[in-house]
């Protein structure tokens, strides 16, 4: 059995939060999309990224999305983003006999920036700034050494571009460009970048 591989970083900064991914969907051998988003936006407020399963990530977004829609009109607020992760825990856990094979990187601002990692059973763990996939190790290879608290949005950005674009270089399951999104108390912002 073949597996996708990928490569997705967020990384939180002074007011905000950015998600970098690369557009490949690779199983094993077989190229099967240059042109993947694994990007989302969950709330006005909160996105996250993804590696694994494609499929799985958009199902649990649209499903999320949908109960924190119903979650901010019952609390009539902005959803925040540990309330988004921890959903997102909840319907992976309750799938672990049958998971949602995806890795997933969390994050928003509601208040103070933050960002959470989820495995495919579910478990939640805050952070500064993450990377999952099949070139994790080589995101956070650039990551460790040059994340720093407080950045500024445009270095954040660019260091995640290049954290992404590092794994890209060797990871044969990663590349074809880099979909970057950007969360602060205005909303989200999108952009690519080609290969």
């Known amino acids: 059995m ?20 690369e557009k490949r969907i690779a199983y094993g051998n077989l190229l ?36 924190a829609r119903i979650r901010a009109m019952e609390i009539q607020r902005d959803v925040p983003p540990n309330t988004v992760a921890k959903m997102m825990s909840n319907m992976m856990y309750e799938r672990r006999f049958f998971p949602l094979l995806t890795q997933v990187i969390v994050g928003g601002v509601v208040g103070e920036p933050s960002i959470y990692t989820l495995d495919p059973l579910g478990s939640v763990l805050p952070d500064r700034y993450a990377a999952v996939g099949t070139g994790a190790e ?31 270089m060797r990871d044969t399951a990663s590349g074809d460009g880099i979909d970057v999104m950007v969360v602060d108390a205005n909303g989200v912002r999108e952009s690519a970048e080609p290969a």
């Open 2 to 21: 073949y597996m996708p591989g990928a490569t997705a970083v967020g990384l939180g900064f002074a007011g905000g939060v950015a998600f970098a991914s």
């Open 32 to 67: 099967v999309s240059k042109s993947t988003k694994k990007v989302f936006q969950i709330t006005p407020r909160v996105g996250a990224t993804c590696a694994g399963l494609v499929a799985d990530m958009q199902i649990l977004s649209l499903q999320i999305a949908a109960l």
């Open 138 to 168: 080589m995101a956070l290879g650039v990551l460790d050494p040059q994340y720093r608290d407080g950045m500024a949005e445009d270095d954040a950005v660019a260091l995640a571009k290049k954290a992404v674009r590092a794994a890209s």
